[in-house]
């Protein structure tokens, strides 16, 4: 029994040793994967089992030194053994065989944007983007390439853009321009959710603003692009010109400036009339103008404003306020009439033209973008010119 336990100890003691790697062992080939180097007693042991480390584990106060020939003799067998890539089909570096890292910069070089959308000729300040209709998963996508022709005073100012697809969307999307100058780029694309029913019936709203170094915001011109009949070419570049405020072009009829403010705290309408311009006068009476507020047919309050001087650009800074609840701003609308008091006061007063501002059941375009930008920007008034139209 003491015989038993002390051979079993033994064995126990035997397997627990480890045997530094002696200077006797077998060579290996420097090109090889790594091998297990293991002394002369273990491959005749049968209880010990053979086992390496990777070779930058091993310690180097184990290696032969070797002279300066035999180095020169295993850099020589490394060249050719580069030159036979089969060979070390179990080492574990790649490096030597594929040169990781290195990339070829004109095979991802790509040419300037304003040579692949070079602008049409003219100096006008145009919007170049692509808009593009996935039917299979419903979503428009709205690509922001460059804007061109900036008038010089936004040169060094910081070009924002905000794009809505309406009558649907609140909150403008913003894209920034990367860059300042006369003709910034943009590169951004944006995705709307939208059925293939009311896609068509949609309309793309662009607004331009550039913002000073102090943070003031400065409305540069937009684009309202209706979708109707124009998702027929996937993904062409498109170019429209801004419609500035600074166009003094005025309309067959005139054109009149317009204030709108709405405070959802106090449920007030603020709609302001400062001047017109370029007006037909029919007589010399003089001209004012009437504000009315309706809610689908029915007219909630209406005023006049005072008789301003019989001029083709006259002034009038009416002010005015109306009570309007925001469960009502998607179902009223705001109606000005511009008239001249006939000298017979039985008689009705003669129409210069008519402006409605409203959501989209009553405006479109300019004027439906307006009441838009005010129910996005509570307590903030929104100041726009637009043209009058004929009375229908």
């Known amino acids: 029994m003491v015989y038993y336990l002390w051979r079993r100890k033994k064995k126990k003691k035997g397997r627990s040793q480890y045997e530094e790697l002696l200077s006797s062992a077998p060579s290996v080939p420097a090109c090889t994967a790594p091998v297990i180097l293991v002394s002369k007693e273990s491959w ?15 310690s180097q106060n184990h290696a032969d ?31 030597m065989w594929y040169p990781v890292g290195t990339v070829l910069a004109g095979l991802y070089s790509s040419p300037p944007l304003n040579e692949v959308v070079a602008p049409p000729p003219g100096m006008a300040t145009r919007l170049c983007f692509s808009v593009e209709y996935r039917h299979s998963t419903e979503q428009l996508m709205v690509s922001l390439l460059r804007l061109v022709n900036l008038p010089p005073r936004f040169h060094g100012n910081v070009t924002l853009v905000e794009i809505r697809l309406l009558p649907d969307d609140r909150r403008p999307r913003q894209a920034k321009a ?10 951004d694309c944006f995705v709307f959710q939208v059925s293939g029913v ?31 009949g124009e998702l027929a070419g996937a993904g062409r ?22 204030s709108l403010s709405y405070s959802p705290s106090l449920q007030r309408l603020s709609v302001v009339v400062p001047r017109a311009r370029g007006l037909q006068l029919l007589t ?11 809610i689908h047919t029915q007219v909630v309050k209406m005023k006049r404003s005072c008789v301003a001087n019989s001029e083709n650009d006259p002034c009038f800074d009416h002010r005015t306020t109306f009570k309007l609840r925001s469960q009502h701003l998607d179902e009223a609308c705001l109606r000005f009439e511009l008239q001249q008091p006939n000298p017979v006061r039985s008689e009705p007063p003669a129409l210069l033209g008519v402006l409605v501002l409203g959501p989209f059941m009553y405006a479109k375009g300019p004027q439906l973008q307006h009441w838009m930008d005010m129910v996005n920007t509570p307590q903030e008034p929104v100041q726009l010119w637009h043209k009058l139209r004929r009375a229908t």
């Open 44 to 58: 005749t042991r049968q209880s010990e089992i053979p086992f390496t480390l990777p070779p930058r584990f091993t």
């Open 65 to 95: 030194p070797k002279n300066e020939e035999e180095k020169e003799d295993e850099e020589e067998e490394m060249k050719i053994e580069t030159q036979r890539p089969l060979a070390h089909r179990g080492s574990l570096s790649v490096r």
């Open 178 to 187: 990367r860059g300042t100058g006369p003709d910034p780029e943009f590169n």
């Open 198 to 228: 009311c896609v068509h019936q949609s309309t793309l709203s662009v607004c331009v603003l550039s913002v000073g170094q102090e943070g003031k915001r400065h409305a540069v011109g937009r684009v309202l692009f209706p979708l109707e």
């Open 237 to 258: 570049v498109i170019w429209r010109d801004l419609e500035t405020e600074d166009d003094t072009q005025c309309s067959e009829l005139g054109d009149v400036q317009i």
């Open 284 to 294: 010399d009476a003089g001209v004012c103008v009437q504000v009315s507020l309706q």
